[in-house]
Nanobody
């Protein structure tokens, strides 16, 4: 059973930075897409950034220029570097993985709170 474990969340002041990590419990092959989603209280879950097996990345307009998604295949880990954080970035952040055969996995989520 594949488990995705996120870490790196926490409380940060506006303008600060955090780096989220997502590590798979086992080596996963044939990954099609990995991504970060977030869900704020009372809102729908939304895509923050995604990266394909070819290394192509996409970032939501709301985080472009501030957040960067990256992956380390050797460590089986996905990252989200978040800079210039704003209060509206406050949410639970979820890691997402889709295999080429269609299997989808979600992490348990990590809380990010941006507040002074």
């Amino acid at each position: 059973q594949v488990q995705l474990v996120e870490s790196g969340g926490g409380l940060v002041q506006p303008g600060g930075s955090l780096r989220l990590s997502c590590t798979a419990s086992i080596r996963i092959f044939s990954i099609n897409v990995m991504a970060w989603y977030r869900q704020a209280p009372g809102k729908q879950r939304e895509l923050v950034a995604r990266i394909t097996d070819g290394g192509d990345t996409t970032h939501a307009d709301s985080v472009k220029g501030r957040f960067t998604i990256s992956g380390d295949n050797a460590k089986n880990t996905l990252y989200l570097q978040m800079n210039s954080l704003k209060p509206e970035d406050t949410a639970v952040y979820y890691c997402y993985l889709q295999q080429a055969i269609g299997n989808i996995y979600w992490g348990q989520g990590t809380q990010v709170t941006v507040s002074s």
